[in-house]
């Protein structure tokens, strides 16, 4: 009843769930002993991005704020409370942090950051497990989803809940129902403002080796308030979308392992059935420890997915990523990573009448990080980052290049 009332609830009340696991973790840590539960930690930032609004030239820059300036510098500076707690099978993990953001040119993005987010990973005998969570998260909307030059505060929340149960040595049954609602305070976005519902049941064949077969059916009920309006026409973007799927966990080795997750998805609009579409989703997903100190992932993936482009009311992505974490002394770490997509954007428009456009987006980004641990407690990185999107609509490419330098103290208890 909980996560049915909380979406009824106003927005301060949205860390409700979060707040109650956090003064449960203090409870059970009352009556635990003394060791490293809570951790308080400072964390600041400097960011420097060389095409922040994502421009595609100095021209569109000029064109769009009077100024060919792309560039900026961002400084950050967090404070937060971690908080872990083991009590017997129950576990607690919690996150609480707020943030100030100021950028030297664009100064009208300046912002107070807030995230929230909590999680019970609860266990009844040996057989039944699950996890009751939320989350709250308060920031400026990255600017690759929506180039605006005008101030766009999102709001996101999340409740969750999942139980499952093992009746049987080789076969278990699982269930979870979660919410998420994303907000936003620019006016003209406030169309895709929207609440989700997401339902889901599975069963799965579980071998000796923790290695597991099964399927999944899930139901996503997504509610747009506020219509799109263009021109004359108001569209309606409520859907609902349910999905058949069969998932695969492969323990190869204890150091190595595959994942598989693939099937049917069909998406239904309440309004303009004609957008509505169907096809296959899959995603594929790697890990190999190969050492005590190094870690490779790979994650490939085919999916149809919704669009915010109103010339195609779904895209067809396809794409590839990898990373790597290497720890190269003890005090030393190195983490890379390389993603590409190429986004098809297929179907109907979304404004009767109106021609559907081809369009097609190939997206590419590459990241380099550097960690060091100089004393106990306090960690110093550094990494480089590249983000390019092209297109054969030429306008919407856009090529940016980050520097990103950090340092955070943990204040935790020896």
């Known amino acids: 009843m909980f996560l049915l009332q909380a979406c009824r609830y106003p927005q301060h009340l949205y860390l409700g769930l979060v707040t109650f696991l956090v003064a449960l973790s203090a409870s059970f840590s009352a009556v635990a002993a003394s060791d490293d539960v809570f951790s308080p930690y400072l964390d600041f930032s400097v960011i420097h991005e060389d095409n922040l609004l994502r421009f595609h ?93 005008e101030p766009n505060i999102n709001r996101q929340r999340r409740e969750n809940f999942d139980a499952a149960w093992q009746f049987h040595p080789s076969w278990r049954v699982r269930a979870g129902y979660s919410q998420y609602a994303l907000a936003y305070d620019l006016a003209v976005l406030k169309y895709n403002d929207r609440k989700l519902a997401t339902t889901e049941f599975g069963i799965d064949f579980v071998q000796p080796t923790n290695s597991t077969v099964g399927v999944q059916m899930r139901q996503i009920r997504g509610e747009y308030p506020n219509n799109l309006i263009v021109s004359i026409f108001s569209v309606d973007n409520n859907y609902s979308q349910n999905e058949f799927k069969g998932k695969v966990d492969w323990r190869m080795s204890e150091t190595a392992s595959i994942q598989f997750l693939g099937g049917l998805v069909r998406k239904n609009y309440d309004a303009l059935t004609k957008r509505n579409f169907s096809g296959t989703n899959s995603r594929l997903v790697g890990n190999w420890s190969v050492s005590a100190k190094l870690n490779l992932n790979v994650n490939a993936w085919n999916e149809v997915g919704s669009s915010n482009d109103l010339s195609a009311n779904y895209s067809t992505n396809r794409g590839i990523s990898g990373g790597m974490g290497w720890e190269l002394t003890s005090k030393i770490k190195m983490d890379a990573s390389l993603r590409a997509e190429h986004r098809d954007y ?24 550097l960690s060091y641990v100089p004393i106990r407690h306090l960690q110093l990185s550094a990494s480089i980052a590249n983000e390019v999107l092209s297109s054969n609509f030429e306008r919407n490419g856009y090529r940016d290049n980050k520097l990103q330098l950090n340092g955070r103290y943990d204040l935790g208890l020896d």
Request: net charge neutral; no cysteine.
């Open 57 to 149: 030239d100095a021209a569109t820059a000029l064109a769009v704020t009077g100024s060919d300036v792309m560039a900026d510098t961002v400084k950050r500076a967090t404070a937060g409370l971690r908080i872990n707690k083991i009590i017997s099978q129950q576990t607690l993990v919690a996150d609480l942090s707020m943030s100030r953001n100021r950028y030297n040119h664009f100064s009208q993005y300046d912002y107070a950051g807030k995230d929230a987010s909590a999680n019970w990973g609860w266990q009844l005998g040996s057989h039944v497990s699950g996890n009751l969570g939320g989350g709250y998260t308060e920031g400026q909307t990255p600017f690759q989803d929506f180039r605006t030059i």
């Open 346 to 369: 297929t179907g109907v428009s979304a404004v009767t009448g109106a021609q559907a456009l081809e369009r097609k987006d190939t997206y590419t980004a590459a990241n380099l990080g």
